[in-house]
């Protein structure tokens, strides 16, 4: 996979260039810390940036993935639709597109005009796989004093489970999953199983693979 990483210009001597530079690279790893996959292309569909999920989303394949430096799809249908989102971010545009898949789910992108000009360039905001990563629902859990058996609960509940479904999948009683809700709701002062779920969904979209430091 290429590394579309940031690099800093030949003439980096300049101090206004080095300044620039070094904001961008700044810029870069904010991104890589993104549950999100970012991805900038022209709008020819050459792949210009990918952050850390993207390019991970791109390496493994399953949607798009880059060819000769250039984003490829599954089907000629799905080769419209993206090249149809980069012409409208060209323009100025955007929109919402969805890519099949060779396995799994498909991939929602929204390409986001980047620059004011005709012929700009597209970013590519790639959907995330679930509403809550494993990282953040751990912080969550943390945050709140849940306990192990509370926080299993809480992320099957967050993958649309009912009470029911869940305790079918832990092997325990109903009542076991719905006294769990109960003590949830209590410590993180939540109406119920759909405010609690919303919550999580939007915590800040912290990357699980990168981080490595100790969780406070």
């Not at 996979?1 to 530079?21: I, K, N």
């Not at 991939?107 to 590519?124: D, F, H, K, M, Y």
Request: hydrophobic share 45%.
């Amino acid at each position: 996979m290429t590394d579309f990483s940031v690099r800093s210009p030949a003439d980096a001597q300049d101090p206004r260039l080095a300044t620039r530079w070094n904001q961008a690279a700044g810029l870069d790893l904010v991104l890589d810390e993104l549950a999100y996959g970012v991805a900038v292309a022209s709008p020819t569909g050459e792949l210009l940036h990918a952050n850390h999920a993207a390019r991970h989303e791109l390496g493994a394949e399953r949607v798009l993935w880059v060819q000769h430096g250039r984003l490829q799809v599954q089907s000629n249908a799905d080769i419209r639709v993206l090249m149809d989102a980069l012409s409208k971010a060209s323009a100025g545009k955007r929109s919402l597109v969805t890519l099949s898949a060779r396995r799994g789910a498909p991939l929602t992108i929204a390409a986001v005009p980047v620059g004011r000009s005709t012929g700009t360039q597209a970013a590519l905001l790639f959907s995330r796989a679930s509403v809550c990563e494993s990282l953040m629902l751990c912080f969550f859990a943390r945050s709140h004093s849940l306990t192990a058996a509370e926080e299993n609960v809480l992320g099957i509940l967050c993958q649309g489970y009912s009470a029911p479904q869940t305790a079918r999948q832990l092997k325990v009683a109903v009542s076991t999953v719905r006294s769990h809700v109960r003590s949830l709701c209590a410590k993180t002062r939540s109406s119920g199983v759909r405010d609690l779920v919303s919550r999580l969904a939007m915590l800040p979209p912290v990357a699980p693979a990168l981080i490595t430091d100790s969780m406070h």
